[in-house]
Nanobody, 115 residues
C-alpha cells in the first residue's frame, strides 16, 4: 500500500505561482512513477506531469509545458509541482498519483486561479 498526501493548493491571481507537494508513505521503496492529474469542475481528470523516481525523467502535458516543473526529494519521499504563470484555466483539483502495478491516488488539493 502507498499513501499519498497533497498540500499547497490555494487561491492565487492569474500570473502568480504555487507549489504543490505530495508526500508518499508505505511501499515507497519500489520507486514508482509519480505525478499529477487535475480535474476541473464538470470535466474529466487529465494528466498534468509525471516523474520517474529512479531516472528523474519527466514529462508534461502540452498545456503546462514551460510553466510547471515537477521534481522529487528522495530523502523526504515527496514530489513537488512548481506552477508559475498560472492561468484561470489551471483552476482544478490537483491529484497526486503513484504507479506501482496498481495506481494509487491522493485525495486532491484545490487550486483556484482568479482573473
Amino acid at each position: 500500500q502507498v499513501q499519498l498526501v497533497e498540500s499547497g493548493g490555494g487561491l492565487v491571481q492569474a500570473g502568480g505561482s504555487l507549489r504543490l507537494s505530495c508526500a508518499a508513505s508505505g511501499r515507497t521503496f519500489s520507486r514508482p512513477v509519480m505525478g499529477w492529474f487535475r480535474q476541473a469542475s464538470g470535466k474529466e481528470r487529465v494528466f498534468v506531469a509525471a516523474i520517474n523516481w529512479s531516472s528523474g525523467t519527466t514529462r508534461y502535458a502540452d498545456s503546462v509545458k514551460g510553466r510547471f516543473t515537477i521534481s522529487r526529494d528522495n530523502a523526504k519521499n515527496t514530489i513537488y509541482l512548481q506552477m508559475n504563470n498560472l492561468k484561470p484555466e489551471d483552476t482544478a483539483v490537483y491529484y497526486c498519483y503513484a504507479e506501482l502495478g496498481l495506481t494509487y491516488w491522493g485525495k486532491g488539493t484545490l487550486v483556484t486561479v482568479s482573473s
